[in-house]
């Protein structure tokens, strides 16, 4: 079965430096035969973004997005530079960690300016405390991508346990991608995990990308358990290679440069 997994990061843990672990997490993507992988890198780990943007060129299968603040001065400036300078593939925005609205002006501007780079853009929204706090709403999401409509968005984690108004906004907003990753397991013995099928269903697949979330999770043991939830729920054999690879590859081709 092939595999893309479009969510991952850095295992912090590792003694060394970013090119440490990368070689764990590029070795243990080819044990598991994932094929390829989406990288984040986050502004709050020790990794600096400018080695690991360095280190990324040599990696065939991985690609790596930058995360940014938007709330910088120089966050254009820093986009710029990680996807002409360094192997920066994307834009990641993260509103829960970083603090702020997912429709702030300033956050726009970098969507429009990741887009006009000619690199995709993704965009944490799994509501915790924090976040709800904060004023988490999906419109937000849906503003967002349609600021700049033909730059692709992915909203990751299917927003939590608002999944299903994602899943209603995602259909009125064509340039909103969407992946799995740590709601469907996170919610697991809860109803949320029935209904990221049931959008899955309701989406005939399109749009929607498998993720694991590693270090958080096992790449293994994610996606043994992730196959487990669709057999559940009776997935058909089409929307699990949609999800699992078909997606992630056409995007790849789309907009990964
Ligand atoms: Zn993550």
Same mark, same amino acid.
């Given at each position: 079965?092939?595999?893309?997994?479009?969510?991952?990061?850095?295992?912090?843990t590792?003694?060394?430096e970013?090119?440490?672990? !990368?070689?764990?997490?590029?070795?243990?993507?080819?044990?598991?035969?994932?094929?390829?992988?989406?990288?984040?890198?986050?502004?709050?780990?020790?990794?600096?973004?400018?080695?690991?943007?360095?280190?990324?060129?040599?990696?065939?299968?991985?690609?790596?997005?930058?995360?940014?603040?938007?709330?910088?001065?120089?966050?254009?400036?820093?986009?710029?530079?990680?996807?002409?300078?360094?192997?920066?593939?994307?834009?990641?925005?993260?509103?829960?960690?970083?603090?702020?609205r997912?429709?702030?002006?300033?956050?726009?501007k970098?969507?429009?300016?990741?887009?006009?780079?000619?690199?995709?853009?993704l965009?944490?929204?799994?509501?915790?405390? #924090?976040?709800?706090?904060?004023?988490?709403?999906?419109?937000?999401?849906?503003?967002?991508?349609?600021?700049?409509? #033909?730059?692709? !968005?992915?909203?990751?984690?299917?927003?939590?346990?608002?999944?299903?108004?994602?899943?209603?906004?995602?259909?009125?907003?064509?340039?909103?991608?969407?992946?799995?990753?740590?709601?469907?397991?996170?919610?697991?013995?809860?109803s949320?995990?029935?209904?990221?099928?049931?959008?899955?269903?309701?989406?005939?697949?399109?749009?929607?990308?498998?993720?694991?979330?590693?270090?958080?999770?096992?790449?293994?043991?994610? !996606?043994?358990?992730?196959?487990d939830?669709?057999?559940?729920?009776?997935?058909?054999?089409?929307?699990?290679e949609?999800?699992?690879?078909?997606?992630?590859?056409?995007?790849?081709?789309?907009?990964?440069?």
């Amino acid at each position: 079965m092939k595999v893309i997994d479009m969510h991952l990061h850095l295992d912090e843990t590792v003694r060394g430096e970013s090119k440490v672990a !990368l070689d764990i997490l590029s070795r243990e993507m080819i044990k598991e035969g994932v094929s390829k992988g989406l990288l984040l890198h986050l502004n709050t780990q020790r990794f600096h973004f400018e080695d690991l943007g360095r280190e990324l060129g040599q990696y065939k299968n991985i690609f790596g997005f930058i995360n940014i603040n938007p709330m910088d001065k120089d966050a254009g400036f820093q986009l710029e530079r990680g996807v002409t300078k360094l192997n920066y593939k994307g834009l990641k925005l993260h509103p829960r960690l970083n603090g702020y609205r997912a429709d702030h002006p300033n956050v726009k501007k970098l969507f429009k300016k990741a887009y006009e780079l000619g690199v995709p853009t993704l965009v944490d929204a799994f509501p915790d405390g #924090d976040s709800l706090l904060l004023g988490f709403d999906v419109s937000q999401y849906g503003r967002l991508a349609l600021s700049c409509p #033909d730059a692709p !968005l992915i909203v990751a984690h299917f927003g939590g346990h608002r999944v299903i108004d994602m899943m209603l906004v995602a259909k009125r907003v064509p340039n909103i991608y969407l992946n799995i990753s740590y709601t469907l397991l996170y919610y697991r013995d809860s109803s949320i995990t029935g209904d990221v099928v049931y959008a899955i269903k309701s989406m005939k697949g399109e749009r929607i990308f498998y993720g694991s979330d590693y270090p958080d999770r096992e790449l293994g043991k994610t !996606l043994e358990l992730t196959l487990d939830v669709f057999d559940k729920f009776n997935l058909t054999d089409d929307l699990i290679e949609k999800v699992l690879y078909k997606n992630a590859e056409k995007f790849i081709t789309d907009f990964i440069k």
